[in-house]
């Protein structure tokens, strides 16, 4: 699962959708995605600048 860009400068979320999503907003960026069902997300951050942002589902035993 990748962030996607969002194409304006004003972020109007109520288009965005309806499912829970992450906004990530760095470096003058603003990126989402859908959150999955079930899982982790870790997001790394270097020098004040998110550099991953890591989707892990997990394995249900």
Do not use: C
């Not at 979320?13 to 995605?33: H, M, T």
């Not at 550099?51 to 892990?56: E, I």
Request: charged share 25%; net charge negative.
């Amino acid at each position: 699962m990748r962030l996607q860009d969002i194409p304006s400068n004003i972020i109007d979320i109520e288009n965005i959708g309806k499912e829970p999503i992450v906004l990530v907003v760095s470096d003058g960026k603003a990126r989402f995605a859908p959150l999955p069902s079930h899982g982790e997300i870790k997001i790394v951050t270097h020098d004040n600048k998110v550099t991953r942002v890591n989707f892990n589902e997990g394995e249900l035993f």
